[in-house]
């Protein structure tokens, strides 16, 4: 009953505010309330009770029509109204999106690696002074710039993917839409669990953010007695750590876009007039 009273809520910001309009309200919610309970009677579900009162009320220039009412040159609109099942495939295809995202995010991060290891592997203070290199430059060149264009060609298709992905639902960041009743429920539960894997990724993102600067703390304290490999293996260590803390924090910030999305608050509140 509070998604059918929300959906008049909504339905009639469209007309102006006076004793006509609010007398009719109250009558076409009786009326509604009414078509509820004699579709509970007949075995429907909640949700299936909702949504064909909702149906049956058409859009608000009908109602106003019918009731001799004047929109004054306002914009209506027919509310969507979000069941179960959307709400799912919402979630979980944004979900996996985001993963997407990060790791997209993530290879593009950690692509060089390859290239600065191999080429600290060139240098001829690999261990000591005046040691030959261990590898080659053509070496470096068929290992390392492949690898490089590898990860960068995956982590663009990742992040391409994960764009494309979305666009099924990108509607619900534009528009006004009702919930069903157990959809509610669900959004609700999921948001709860999510706020917990919120602060879950943060904390894994600034611990690997901490364990990654470790490796350099130490190179730089002991500098001169750290040999070049050493080094280079601090540095990529460092990109990695620092990369995948990016992937978390980046997966903790989509998360909480999208049950913005669903939940219709902060910057997506422009489409949502009263809270169901």
Request: with cysteine; proline share 2%.
């Given at each position: 009953m509070d998604t059918i009273k929300s959906y008049f809520e909504h339905l009639f910001m469209a007309l102006?505010?006076?004793?006509?309009?609010?007398?009719?309200?109250?009558?076409?919610?009786?009326?509604?309330?009414d078509r509820y309970h004699e579709l509970k009677d007949q075995g429907k579900s909640e949700n299936e009770a909702i949504g064909t009162v909702i149906?049956?009320?058409?859009?608000?220039d009908e109602l106003a029509?019918?009731?001799?009412?004047?929109?004054?040159?306002?914009?209506s609109y027919r509310e969507h109204f979000m069941e179960k099942k959307e709400a799912e495939?919402?979630?979980?295809?944004?979900?996996?999106?985001?993963?997407h995202l990060g790791l997209g995010i993530f290879l593009l991060?950690?692509?060089?690696?390859?290239?600065?290891f191999l080429g600290l592997l060139n240098s001829r203070s690999t261990w000591y002074n005046d040691i030959s290199p261990i590898v080659s430059p053509a070496f470096i060149v068929c290992l390392g710039v492949p690898f490089l264009l590898v990860l960068i060609a995956?982590?663009?298709?990742?992040?391409?993917?994960?764009?494309?992905?979305?666009?099924p639902y990108r509607y619900l960041e534009n528009e006004r839409f009702v919930t069903a009743y157990d959809a509610g429920?669900?959004?609700?539960?999921?948001?709860?669990?999510?706020?917990?894997?919120f602060v879950f990724r943060?904390?894994?993102a600034v611990t690997l953010l901490v364990i990654g600067i470790v490796p350099l703390v130490f190179m730089g304290a002991f500098y001169d007695g750290v040999p070049v490999v050493i080094r280079g293996i601090a540095v990529d260590a460092f990109m990695v750590m620092y990369g995948l803390s990016i992937m978390f924090f980046i997966l903790a910030g989509m998360s909480q876009k999208r049950f913005k999305i669903i939940t219709q608050t902060g910057r997506f509140a422009r489409k949502r007039l009263v809270r169901l």
């Open positions: 102006p505010v006076n004793g006509e309009v609010k007398r009719a309200k109250e009558e076409l919610l009786g009326i509604a309330e149906e049956e009320f058409g859009n608000i029509s019918e009731l001799g009412i004047s929109v004054n040159g306002r914009k495939n919402f979630l979980n295809t944004y979900e996996k999106a985001d993963y991060y950690i692509s060089p690696v390859m290239l600065i995956l982590g663009l298709c990742l992040i391409i993917y994960s764009s494309f992905s979305r666009r429920v669900f959004i609700n539960e999921k948001h709860v669990q999510q706020q917990r894997q943060i904390m894994i």
